[in-house]
């Protein structure tokens, strides 16, 4: 039976229906600062927590909970007489329902104010005070979400008080929220690449409609701080997104925003398989779409502009999943939603390519993401590329870097007309983006060349530059391949596996 209830929030969402609810059983409410002088602007009954303390608060307001008088009356066990008896003698009384929810830390510390005004929302009474009503959750419940205000109205109207499942529940929630705040302050403070705990601060967004496959189940869970695009992006129209549209979504992202031209990336089961230049949005899509007009069928395209009504009609002339773009122009959407299942996502924020996380059973794996393009550019061969040649080099290893290794990429004119990797040797996906390209003029690849059968096969389909890191106790056998037949090769230093 609830008789006392301490309510001190941030977020005021709610409050004024859960108070009114109490007050209406004759429960006695608790506040403190904010919430109390807006509980008593509402015309709610409330006792301030000082009168309960005896001690006015101090510090401007950091201590003003942290009292015996509150905690005791928390964690006191009802079925403990001893607890009980000391209570009593303390003039304490029993608190029953706790209601708190935090100061913002997760909004605050990506806000542009200083380090000292960020500092202020690390809350420290609000985490206490739940932290001790979810440890005594028989006897306390504990409210941090406001979605959960609603269920526990209900569930007290129908039974009198709340079922011992649903206070387990609230309490779990208690340190599910804790363990992620505490994250977020401690990779706040530390700003060390690889701490001595992982501190990860995730908060679902969403469930998805179904996983990796369709007997899989799935959740999306978006970082609680900082403005990375896939959790800042807005979904203008179409049905709900799946784990694999999430995941494609992501790396045609990531890959569309690597140029700083016009551009269009397809991609098709997390890997492009178009990728162009134009001089506006619409060539720079047909392009990508000449690339490999199969497989971009059913794929996920992004553009790096906005898309244009000229654009936007070329598109649903066949069936993609996802098109992805910074903006829209308003009748650009109008011809995209003619296909229902078509998902329109606006999405101005660029890659933030900080960490990658890989799960293992019973670990986790942690990596700086691949932000290095090349280390050095050095032309190891008799013949140089021309400057048209090594742009396109620069454009295939681009690419490069989102297919699976072993990844090679065959460009003309700033098209990537063979994609080919995720072999477990280097020359099958050499030949097959060579036989999909037929006419290419450059070839990158994502790793130095083991042997020189990729520069041989590269010669019969008349390749003129080559680049790829270099580093192979056999590399001069790719470099004589090279000289013997006039290519140009380019060593960058740089290797991008991608597993």
């Given amino acids: 039976m609830i008789k006392r209830a301490l309510i001190s929030v941030y977020n005021k969402q709610g409050l004024l229906e859960l108070a009114q609810f109490l007050t209406g059983r004759e429960v006695e409410i608790i506040s403190t600062g904010g919430t109390y002088r807006y509980l008593v602007e509402n015309n709610i009954k409330v006792t301030e927590v000082s009168e309960v303390t005896g001690f006015d608060e101090i510090l401007d307001g950091r201590v003003k ?8 009356g928390i964690l006191a066990r ?22 708190v929810n935090l100061y913002p830390f997760f909004d605050k510390v990506c806000d542009n104010i200083s380090f000292d005004e960020k500092i202020e929302f690390i809350d420290i009474g609000g985490p206490t005070m739940i932290r001790a009503a979810a440890k005594n959750f028989k006897d306390v419940i504990v409210v941090t979400d406001v979605e959960d205000y609603s269920p526990i109205i209900e569930e007290i109207k129908s039974s009198g008080d709340v079922r011992y499942e649903l206070r387990r529940k ?4 208690v340190f599910n929220l804790m363990s992620a705040y505490d994250g977020a302050i401690s990779n706040f403070l530390l700003e060390e690449e690889y701490p001595e705990y992982l501190s990860l601060s995730y908060k679902k967004s969403e469930d998805l409609r179904y ?15 900082g403005k990375a695009p896939m959790k800042n ?14 995941r494609d979504m992501d790396m045609a992202w990531k890959a569309v925003n690597e140029f700083d031209q016009i551009c269009c990336v397809a991609v098709k089961h997390n890997t492009p398989c178009g990728v162009a230049i134009g001089k506006d949005l619409h060539e720079a899509y047909v392009r990508a779409y000449e690339c490999d007009p199969t497989s971009i069928f059913g794929g996920i395209i992004a553009l790096n502009r906005k898309v244009d009504v000229k654009t936007a009609e070329e598109i649903v002339k066949i069936f993609v999943e996802i098109v992805i773009a910074p903006d829209f122009d308003g009748d650009a959407v109008e011809v995209l939603e003619q296909k229902k299942n078509l998902r329109i996502i606006k999405c101005e924020a660029r890659p933030t390519n900080d960490y990658e996380i890989a799960k293992l059973d019973g670990g986790i794996l942690v990596q700086s993401a691949d932000t290095k393009l090349v280390d050095v550019m050095k032309v190891v061969t008799e013949k140089k590329p021309s400057k048209e040649e090594m742009d396109n080099l620069i454009f295939g290893m681009k690419v490069c870097k989102y297919v699976k290794s072993n990844a090679i990429v065959v460009v003309k ?3 990537a007309k063979g ?18 390209a037929k006419d290419g003029v450059v070839l990158a690849s994502d790793a130095f060349f083991p042997f020189n059968d990729v520069v041989v096969e590269a010669a019969k389909y008349g390749i003129k530059a080559i ?31 991608k597993h």
């Fill in 211 to 225: 996983g990796e496959n369709p007997h899989q189940s799935a959740a999306y869970y978006t970082e609680t701080v």
């Fill in 419 to 436: 994609i080919g990797g995720g072999q477990v040797n280097r020359i099958w996906p050499a030949c097959q983006a060579l036989d999909r």
């Fill in 78 to 99: 009802r079925d403990n007489k001893a607890h009980m008896d000391t209570i009593k003698s303390k003039n304490i009384l029993p608190i029953d329902m706790v209601v």
């Fill in 413 to 415: 004119d700033f098209m």
């Fill in 65 to 72: 909970t942290l009292h015996p008088a509150i905690h005791a």
């Fill in 233 to 246: 992006f807005e979904q203008l129209s179409g049905k709900k997104l799946s784990y694999n549209n999430m």
């Fill in 170 to 173: 609230l309490a779990g929630k």
């Fill in 467 to 497: 680049i790829q890191p270099g580093g192979s106790i056999r590399d001069e056998d790719s470099i004589e391949e090279c000289n013997k037949n006039g290519i140009s090769m380019v060593f960058t230093g740089t290797r991008h596996f």
